[in-house]
């Protein structure tokens, strides 16, 4: 399984970004993708994630500002992050669940294959 995001950067408060992770060696289609950010000194928490189903779920913070969806044909996942702010700023991961049409949870601990992650810096 091969996880590699991507769009990460600087960005001012109040802007956008679009992360992509590209996804290989499994069948896409069949498990849930998500995305997760980490901030210096704090857990890594969910921030939206989509099941093999279509079903999205999204942290109370990405509510209305972000938007996950995926492409099956490419096999690629996307996050669109709107009105991005400081408190945006962390590593942003993409992932993998560990079991086939598990439901879009949130938790970490559900997920078991992981990218490198990409950095977003909001300054204010």
């Known amino acids: 399984v091969q996880l590699a995001e991507s769009g990460g950067g600087p960005v001012q408060a109040g802007g956008s970004l679009r992360l992509s992770c590209a996804a290989s060696?499994?069948?896409?289609?069949?498990?849930?993708l998500g995305w997760f950010r980490q901030a210096p000194g704090k857990e890594r928490e969910g921030v939206a994630t989509v099941d093999s189903d279509g079903s999205t779920r999204y942290a109370e913070f990405a509510e209305g500002r972000f938007s996950i969806w995926k492409d099956v044909a490419k096999d690629t996942l996307s996050l669109q992050m709107f009105s991005l702010k400081p408190e945006d700023s962390a590593t942003y991961y993409c992932?993998?669940?560990?079991?086939?049409?598990?439901?879009?949870?949130?938790?970490?601990?559900?997920?078991?294959?992981w990218g490198q992650g990409t950095q977003v810096t909001v300054s204010s």
């Open positions: 060696g499994y069948t896409t289609s069949a498990y849930s």
């Open positions: 992932a993998k669940s560990n079991r086939a049409s598990a439901g879009p949870s949130l938790r970490p601990l559900d997920f078991g294959n």
